[in-house]
Nanobody, 122 residues
Framework: QVQLVESGGGVVQAGGSLRLSCAAS????????MGWFRQAPGKEREFVSR??????YYADSVRGRFTISRDNAKDTVYLQMNRLKPEDTAVYYC?????????????????WGQGTQVTVSS
């Protein structure tokens, strides 16, 4: 069974940091691009960041504050989130895509985790 499992969410004050993890199982995702998305209540799911071989991408809203990384030996992708803001509050999802094009469209990602809640208090 192919699974992506996120962890590391929680409640943090504005200005604080969290590190999210996404562990893959069932098959290796070493050849896939991995993305992070988030969805706040009443809003559409939005792109946060993407890791592919040789390149990383960030939404303008998080660039300079968030860092995506990957440990292929553990088949795990991370999202380090610094200087968090209340508007970062959302459920964060990791996802995997085999598309080479650096897409930010949720529909282009075939596998999804269950999500982890991040709440930033002001």
């Amino acid at each position: 069974q192919v699974q992506l499992v996120e962890s590391g969410g929680g409640v943090v004050q504005a200005g604080g940091s969290l590190r999210l993890s996404c562990a893959a199982s069932g098959r290796t995702f070493s050849g896939d691009a991995m993305g992070w998305f988030r969805q706040a209540p009443g809003k559409e799911r939005e792109f946060v960041s993407r890791w592919s071989i040789g390149a990383t991408y960030y939404a303008d809203s998080v660039r300079g504050r968030f860092t995506i990384s990957r440990d292929n030996a553990k088949d795990t992708v991370y999202l380090q989130m610094n200087r968090l803001k209340p508007e970062d509050t959302a459920v964060y999802y990791c996802a995997a895509s085999r598309l080479v094009t650096p897409t930010t469209i949720p529909g282009d990602y075939a596998y999804w985790g269950q999500g982890t809640q991040v709440t930033v208090s002001s």
